[in-house]
């Protein structure tokens, strides 16, 4: 089956600074590579999505990259502030999504 | 993610008893999972199911059930055989079919042991 690795587990950065989370995966099948951002005690929520067809994506201040070949997808946020702190899952496969343990991003004013 | 109720928002179990979580969804979406987070944890996949009357066993199903009797829910019963069951518990649906596609979760219910 699928497994998902994500680095790093906690990630400190300036108010300003640009945030690169990476993801890397097992299955050469998982087309769908989704981004979830959990705040504290609430649920997670998809951030931004990449399907295997295309090799970047973007959304205002985040963005996707995936390398099929590598197969390693990463989601970076430039000019970070601090409601972007909260925990970043990665997630792939198929019918279930597996899901990375999680970054805990702090964004220090 | 709005299409998705989960209730109670806490949960108080006794030891020995079972109780059961819900999950509701007005998405029409055809597959619905359960996870599991702890403190500090990633996604655990409990049980997930793709279509109505049918569901499959995730990483950690042991002492926990399901059923999938209508499309809209997909109720999670934590058994006393689950010795360690304070975590926090969400649902998310999908619409389903072939490809995966984007999960949409709950607000999660939160169980604590008495």
């Known amino acids: 089956g699928e497994n998902v690795e994500q680095h790093p587990s906690t990630l400190s950065v300036q108010e300003g600074d640009s945030a690169v989370i990476k993801c890397t995966y097992s299955?050469?099948?998982?087309?769908?590579f989704p981004w979830y951002k959990q705040e504290l005690g609430k649920r997670p929520q998809l951030i931004i999505d990449i399907r295997s067809n295309v090799g970047e994506k973007k959304d205002q201040r985040i963005a996707v990259t995936l390398n099929k070949t590598a197969k390693h997808f990463s989601l970076h946020i430039t000019e970070t502030q601090p409601e972007d702190s909260a925990v970043y899952f990665c997630?792939?496969?198929?019918?279930?999504?597996?899901f990375g343990k999680g970054t805990r991003l702090s964004v220090i004013a | 993610d709005g299409g998705i109720t989960q209730s109670p928002k806490y949960l108080f179990r006794k030891e020995g008893q079972n109780v059961t979580l819900s999950c509701e969804q007005n998405?029409?979406?055809?597959?619905m999972y359960w996870y599991r987070q702890d403190p500090g944890q990633g996604l655990r996949l409990i049980y997930y199911s793709q279509i109505v009357n049918d569901f499959q066993k995730g990483d950690i199903a042991e002492g926990y059930s399901v059923s999938r009797e209508k499309k809209e829910s997909f109720p999670l019963t934590v058994t006393s055989a689950q010795k360690n069951p304070t975590a926090f518990y969400l649902c998310a649906s999908s619409i389903g079919g072939q490809h995966q596609e984007t999960q949409y979760f709950g607000p999660g219910t939160r169980l604590l042991v008495l």
């Open positions: 998405l029409n979406h055809d597959a």
């Open positions: 997630a792939s496969g198929n019918t279930p999504l597996v």
């Open positions: 299955d050469s099948a998982s087309n769908y």
